[in-house]
Antibody, heavy 122, light 111 residues
Framework: EVQLLESGGGLVQPGGSLRLSCAASGFTFSSYAMSWVRQGPGKGLEWVSAVRGSGGVTNYADSVKGRFTISRDNSKNTLYLQMISLTADDTAVYYC???????????????WGKGTTVTVSS | QPVLTQSSSASASLGSSVKLTCTLSSGHSSYIIAWHQQQPGKAPRYLMKVESSGSYNKGSGVPDRFSGSSSGADRYLTISNLQSEDEADYYCETWDTNTQVFGGGTKLTVL
């Protein structure tokens, strides 16, 4: 069974940093692009970042560019999101998601994790 | 990059059918989209992909009551024989070379 399990969320002060992790199982992790998607309180889904299967190419939403870094360790089947200079606008549930195609590039998402909550507040 | 437009809300009676619409922006009418369901308090769940031809492929375990279709820049999700558990937010999604995009979501109320 394909599973994604996020961790690392919590309460952080404005200007602080946090690293999220997503442990994957049940599929050949390195063959699929992976994404982070967030959902602020009462809001819709917002794509945050994506990384190709090889890890060599990354993309970011303008709202997080320069502050967030996506990475992956294919030997550990784990996806990461390093977040710095956090603001209240970054408060959200963060989901990791798997691309549907094994081309390694960006594609639509067909598996979601349960999410981890990030709260930015003093 | 593509933009996806969805109505903010829809409602239909228990046992009836409803058709939700996701509209692609100009110049992107050939794009494939995916539909996702998010029940209250839960993570999103992938439902299906819908192509410009109207063909669709559902995810594992998605009931037969769910189907997809397409017309021009519009992609549809039809839910037949509505059940109470279908009350949820529904999002469409597409992608380009360097980005992924979600519609604003449609909140479906089952009366």
């Amino acid at each position: 069974e394909v599973q994604l399990l996020e961790s690392g969320g919590g309460l952080v002060q404005p200007g602080g940093s946090l690293r999220l992790s997503c442990a994957a199982s049940g599929f050949t992790f390195s063959s699929y692009a992976m994404s982070w998607v967030r959902q602020g309180p009462g809001k819709g889904l917002e794509w945050v970042s994506a990384v190709r299967g090889s890890g060599g190419v990354t993309n970011y939403a303008d709202s997080v560019k320069g502050r967030f870094t996506i990475s992956r360790d294919n030997s550990k089947n784990t996806l990461y999101l390093q977040m710095i200079s956090l603001t209240a606008d970054d408060t959200a549930v963060y989901y990791c998601a798997k691309a549907a195609a094994s081309s390694g590039g960006i594609y639509y998402m067909d598996v979601w994790g349960k999410g981890t909550t990030v709260t930015v507040s003093s | 990059q593509p933009v996806l437009t969805q109505s903010s809300s829809a409602s239909a009676s228990l046992g009836s059918s409803v058709k939700l619409t996701c509209t692609l922006s100009s110049g992107h009418s050939s794009y494939i989209i995916a539909w996702h369901q998010q029940q209250p308090g839960k993570a999103p769940r992938y439902l299906m992909k819908v192509e410009s031809s109207g063909s669709y492929n559902k995810g594992s375990g998605v009931p037969d009551r769910f189907s997809g279709s397409s017309s021009g820049a519009d992609r549809y999700l039809t839910i037949s024989n509505l059940q109470s558990e279908d009350e949820a937010d529904y999002y469409c999604e597409t992608w380009d070379t360097n980005t992924q995009v979600f519609g604003g979501g449609t909140k479906l109320t089952v009366l």
